[in-house]
C-alpha cells in the first residue's frame, strides 16, 4: 500500500494563499498521475487538479488561474499552490495517486478552511 501524507493545510483569510505537499512512500517516477481532489461539507468529493507523469496538467474550471499543481521527484511529492483563496473553497483536500494499473491511493486529507 501506498501511503500518502498532506501538510499545508490550515486557515488562511480571503483573497490568501496556501501551498499544500503530499509525499508518497515511494517514488513518483512514471506513475500515471498524481492528484488533488477535494470535499466540503455535505458536498461529493470533486476533482481539484491533476498532473500526469508526461506533465499534463487538468484544473476543475473553478480554480483555474488561482491554483496550481505542481511535482517534486526528488521529493516524491506533489503540491498544490492555491492563491487568491475564496470562502468557498473551504474544504478537506485529498491527494491521490494513480498507479500505472489505475489502482488509486488516497491520503487522508489536510482541512483547509477560507474565512476572514
Known amino acids: 500500500q501506498v501511503r500518502l501524507v498532506e501538510s499545508g493545510g490550515g486557515l488562511v483569510q480571503p483573497g490568501g494563499s496556501l501551498r499544500l505537499s503530499c509525499t508518497a512512500s515511494?517514488?513518483?517516477?512514471?506513475?500515471?498521475?498524481l492528484g488533488w481532489y477535494r470535499q466540503a461539507p455535505g458536498k461529493q468529493r470533486e476533482l481539484v487538479a491533476t498532473?500526469?507523469?508526461?506533465?499534463?496538467?487538468n484544473y476543475a474550471d473553478s480554480v483555474k488561474g488561482r491554483f496550481t499543481i505542481s511535482r517534486d521527484n526528488a521529493e516524491n511529492s506533489v503540491n498544490l499552490q492555491m492563491n487568491s483563496l475564496k470562502p468557498e473553497d473551504t474544504a478537506v483536500y485529498y491527494c491521490?495517486?494513480?498507479?500505472?494499473?489505475?489502482?488509486?491511493?488516497w491520503g487522508k486529507g489536510t482541512l483547509v478552511t477560507v474565512s476572514s
Open positions: 515511494r517514488s513518483i517516477f512514471g506513475i500515471y498521475s
Open positions: 498532473i500526469t507523469r508526461s506533465g499534463s496538467t
Open positions: 491521490n495517486l494513480r498507479d500505472d494499473v489505475r489502482m488509486d491511493y
